[in-house]
């Protein structure tokens, strides 16, 4: 995707020498940090303006030390510093949102799991794609609005905790539907909701395999959705609507869940077609990412959005997840990915983890 350096070129800056961690202040940077720290490497923080103080309040999860910026156009000069300091970025969604994903990618200074990723997450059509040719269940797609047959989610391309979708009951009330850009239309799913935190590691032995190593189950939550999630206080949609209120999407926190034990083979079944197709489309998916989707009444399992990286949900287990703790006690997906840093070093396989 445009980078400059090829890869070897790239990674070049950690031979020899103990990497240090560096991500933005944001998202699940202090759980980031605080996993560097316990697998004793050196966190780095990076900032678009002064560093925050609540990070004091924190010393477990302080960064060593801060790099800034004056604003987010600014970051692609820090490239210089972190090459220099033995930096492996750790890309988190506020990371990539912020920057825009072609130009995170094109970032010269080594990143966690494969870059090409990215581009695959960052285009719903193409995750799509990605997602059906694996044999993953996914809601119906509509491709004109005279197919649509239920309830339907509208979603803008690109569109970012859910502000800008537009929910119809039928095909009638998609009439009041104009559209302001590009979007798709989709079977709205009545279920339970799921976000699965799933860590893939091309290099180790053991456990659940899948590709040409090891599948995790680290976590699991759900997102608090404001204001849709205060749909049942008021009855149905129509009432946030008479109060003027347009239904949101926008996630305003998290809580932990755990699945019914025997729906388990269908979480990893879903997480092993994904991890396995992405290597035969663009050399495989490493590390943290979440498979989001709705158990339905009939237990079918159907998947919206894969994010191909550490998200804000795991937050919830810095110190251990009802899954995790049967991995090893404690272990958060923070420190997971500093382990798996340190692993790949013990073992000369940096590039195989490593972009
Ligand atoms: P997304 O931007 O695709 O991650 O979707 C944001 C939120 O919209 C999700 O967290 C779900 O609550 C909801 N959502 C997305 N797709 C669907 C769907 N097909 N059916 C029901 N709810 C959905």
């Not at 990143?111 to 996914?138: Q, Y």
Request: charged content about 25%; aromatic content about 10%; hydrophobic content about 40%.
């Amino acid at each position: 995707m445009g980078q400059a350096l090829s890869d070897a070129a790239r990674l070049q800056p950690l031979e020899g020498r103990t990497p240090a961690i560096a991500t933005l202040c944001s998202h699940s940077s202090l759980q980031i940090f605080h996993g560097a720290r316990a697998e004793g490497l050196s966190p780095i923080g990076i900032c678009v303006g002064p560093p925050q103080r609540f990070y004091d309040a924190f010393p477990l999860a302080k960064p060593d030390r801060f790099l800034s910026v004056p604003k987010v156009a600014d970051l692609p000069t820090l490239v210089a510093p972190l090459r220099e300091a033995g930096a492996i970025l750790v890309p988190h969604g506020s990371f990539v949102e912020y920057l825009g994903p072609e130009k995170f990618a094109a970032l010269d200074v080594p990143v966690f799991g494969n870059r090409a990723v990215l581009g695959w997450e960052s285009d719903r059509r193409k995750e799509r794609d990605w997602l059906e040719s694996a044999g993953v269940p996914m809601p119906d797609r509509y491709e004109d609005e005279s197919e649509v047959d239920g309830p339907v989610i509208v979603k803008y391309y690109g569109a970012k905790g859910g502000k800008g979708f537009f929910l119809a009951k039928n095909r009638e009330a998609l009439a009041d539907f104009t559209p302001t850009g590009p979007y798709v239309i989709q079977e709205y799913v009545l279920g339970t909701r799921y976000y699965m935190h799933f860590f893939y590691s091309p290099i180790t032995d053991g456990g659940y395999r899948c590709g040409s190593g090891s599948l995790e189950l680290l976590g699991m939550d759900r997102r608090d959705e404001a204001n849709i999630d205060e749909l049942y206080k008021l009855g149905a949609q129509e009432e946030l609507l008479k109060a003027g209120l347009r239904p949101t999407f926008v996630v305003t926190g998290n809580v932990p869940v755990i699945l019914r034990e025997s729906l388990l083979p269908k979480a990893f079944d879903v997480a092993a077609r994904i991890v396995e197709r992405s290597i035969e489309l663009f050399g495989g998916m490493v590390g943290p990412f979440c498979v989001e989707g709705i158990m339905t009444e009939d237990l079918e399992f159907k998947v919206f959005e894969v994010s191909t990286r550490i998200v804000a949900g795991t937050n919830l287990f810095i110190s251990g997840s009802p899954y995790s703790d049967l991995k090893e006690p404690g272990l958060s997906t923070g420190r997971r990915i500093a382990r798996e840093v340190k692993h790949a070093r013990a073992t000369g396989r940096l590039a195989e983890v490593l972009s």
